[in-house]
Nanobody, 123 residues
Framework: QVQLVESGGGLVQAGGSLRLSCAAS????????MGWFRQAPGKEREFVAR????????YYANAVKGRFTISRDYDKNRVYLQMNSLKPEDTAVYYC????????????????WGQGTQVTVSS
């Protein structure tokens, strides 16, 4: 069964750091794009960052550019999101997602989702 499992969320003070991990299993993701999204209470799920599995090309939402870094471990089939200089407005459930083909970073462009991990940033 193909699945994505996130971990690494938690409670952190503003200015702190967290690293999220997404473990992918059940298939190889060599030609896919892997993304991170987040959803705050009462808000739409929004794109955070994306990495192309084979080329490691990355792309970020403006709100996190310069603070967050997405990376992947080819051998371990994992994707990471290093989050630095966290702000209270980064508080959300963070989701890992896989895009099998095509382009675009809307949530509808992605085919497979993890269950999410909560990130809470206190002020």
């Amino acid at each position: 069964q193909v699945q994505l499992v996130e971990s690494g969320g938690g409670l952190v003070q503003a200015g702190g750091s967290l690293r999220l991990s997404c473990a992918a299993s059940g298939r190889t993701f060599s030609n896919y794009a892997m993304g991170w999204f987040r959803q705050a209470p009462g808000k739409e799920r929004e794109f955070v960052a994306r990495i192309n599995w084979s080329t490691s090309t990355t792309y970020y939402a403006n709100a996190v550019k310069g603070r967050f870094t997405i990376s992947r471990d080819y051998d371990k089939n994992r994707v990471y999101l290093q989050m630095n200089s966290l702000k209270p407005e980064d508080t959300a459930v963070y989701y890992c997602a896989a895009r099998y083909s095509g382009s675009g970073d809307s949530k509808g462009s992605y085919d497979l989702w993890g269950q999410g991990t909560q990130v809470t940033v206190s002020s």
